[in-house]
């Protein structure tokens, strides 16, 4: 494989590789060097890069394995969205943005009770847009444990949240 192909292929996916790593080792720079030797990795397996079925999955998956042994021993806990994931338009007010902060602030307490698995699945589904089957190639898991979780993790926030709105009705 060539340098163009790296290019076009893998190198797209480093921010999506950042983010998920993030979410698993929860430190910035940590993540950062997970992905850029995650790219040196990659680049050193091109002549296996026909033999795999997707590049996209391969990268995911290494990105996970070696998030997880960088946690190994450290104890710390995923979180699922990297600080700045909650962008608001420009044209809102400060009050609407400060709503929508506090909206993902309590999102992500929700998702922090999630078992680990959950929050993987729930973040390649729903942040970075991973088809069940993308997921279940990823985390290596099979295609009714990705469906179920992502039930699960659903039904989780949903609860969550009209247990809060319920709580301020009061």
Same mark, same amino acid.
């Given at each position: 494989m060539s340098l163009e192909t790296f290019n076009e292929k893998v190198l797209p996916l480093k921010d999506k590789l950042y983010r998920f790593s993030l979410s698993i080792v929860n430190n910035t720079h940590e993540a950062e060097d997970i992905?850029?030797?995650?790219?040196?990795?990659?680049?050193? $397996?091109?002549?296996e890069w026909d033999s795999w079925s997707s590049v996209e999955a391969m990268c995911m998956t290494m990105t996970r394995n070696l998030s997880i042994d960088?946690?190994? @021993?450290?104890?710390?806990?995923?979180?699922?969205?990297?600080?700045?994931?909650d962008e608001p338009a420009k044209d809102i007010t400060p009050d609407q943005k400060a709503s929508s902060t506090d909206m993902m602030h309590f999102i992500q307490?929700?998702?922090? $009770?999630?078992?680990?698995?959950? $929050?993987?699945?729930?973040?390649?589904?729903?942040?970075? @847009?991973?088809?069940y089957k993308e997921i279940a190639e990823v985390l290596q898991v099979s295609m009714s444990q990705v469906k179920i979780n992502v039930h699960r993790a659903r039904l989780f926030l949903k609860n969550e949240l009209?247990?809060?709105?319920?709580? @301020?009705?009061r």
């Open positions: 992905v850029q030797e995650i790219m040196i990795k990659v680049w050193d $397996k091109r002549e960088h946690t190994r @021993g450290k104890h710390r806990r995923l979180t699922s969205f990297p600080e700045d994931y307490q929700i998702m922090d $009770k999630m078992p680990d698995l959950q $929050k993987q699945i729930i973040q390649l589904r729903e942040i970075e @847009g991973y088809t009209v247990k809060s709105a319920e709580y @301020g009705n």
